[in-house]
């Protein structure tokens, strides 16, 4: 989807592992999203970056870390996972070419056992 | 970001039209509406957007009423792989940190055979 993309796309890992999810876009463009989703929650931001090295927190961002040490890569990093983090992990890039509206990747499944 | 709102669900026939709903009201004069969709176990779609004036693109139709305080997506003729949850979001045109995008619980459409 408009050149971007998610890694890993299922992860099972266990309590108290680390775990990173990569986003990679091949689009150039400044802002990147994360997001999670979790049933009768919808999707909730949890960390965005506005460049390389520039993040900043969403609502929901207590146990997540992140890094954008280059334009296309935003790596979320779980420092170690707990069973409420099994969830479905959403990057976006938010593109000018739609008056700054976002594309989504597809998704990673991450699983805490 | 002014808050909107939709019905809980629909349904549609297939290869009939769909008519989305939604309401907002404190809509302020410089936020757009973008509609997206989400089809089970899919990152969120970008659909439509728009400012005061009718869009048409090659998926939707998008229709804002004068005063701008609601807005209806139509689908000419859904199909079965339409049945999707599709939200209504309004917020400003632009990449800051002040224009992130929110996703309410947006309406669950269903189209049948």
């Known amino acids: 989807d408009a050149g971007i993309t998610q890694s890993p796309r299922h992860k099972v890992t266990e309590t108290g592992t680390p775990v990173t999810l990569r986003c990679h876009q091949t689009?150039?463009?400044?802002?990147m999203y994360w997001y999670r989703q979790d049933p009768g929650h919808g999707l909730r931001l949890i960390h965005y970056?506005?460049?390389?090295?520039?993040?900043d927190k969403g609502e929901v961002s207590d146990g997540y870390s992140v890094s954008r040490s280059k334009t296309e890569d935003f790596l979320l990093t779980l420092e170690s996972a707990t069973s409420s983090q099994t969830s479905v992990y959403f990057c976006?890039?938010?593109?000018?070419?739609?008056?700054?509206?976002?594309?989504f990747g597809s998704g990673t499944r991450l699983t805490v056992v | 970001d002014a808050k909107t709102t939709q019905p809980t669900s629909m349904d549609c026939a297939e290869g009939r039209a769909a008519n989305l709903p939604c309401n907002h009201s404190?809509?302020?004069?410089?936020?757009?509406v973008y509609w997206y969709r989400q089809i089970h176990s899919q990152g969120p779609q970008y659909i439509i957007h728009?400012?005061?004036n009718n869009e048409t693109n090659e998926m939707a139709s998008l229709i804002i009423t004068e005063d701008r305080k609601s807005s209806t997506l139509i689908l000419p003729h859904a199909t079965l792989r339409d049945t999707a949850v599709y939200y209504c979001?309004?917020?400003?045109?632009?990449?800051?940190?002040?224009?992130?995008?929110?996703f309410g619980k947006g309406i669950t459409l269903s189209v049948r055979p």
């Open positions: 979001i309004v917020r400003v045109a632009e990449s800051g940190a002040n224009s992130k995008l929110t």
């Open positions: 689009e150039n463009h400044r802002y």
């Open positions: 728009g400012l005061k």
């Open positions: 976006a890039i938010s593109d000018p070419g739609l008056n700054y509206g976002y594309t």
């Open positions: 404190t809509i302020s004069g410089n936020e757009y």
């Open positions: 970056s506005y460049g390389v090295k520039d993040t």
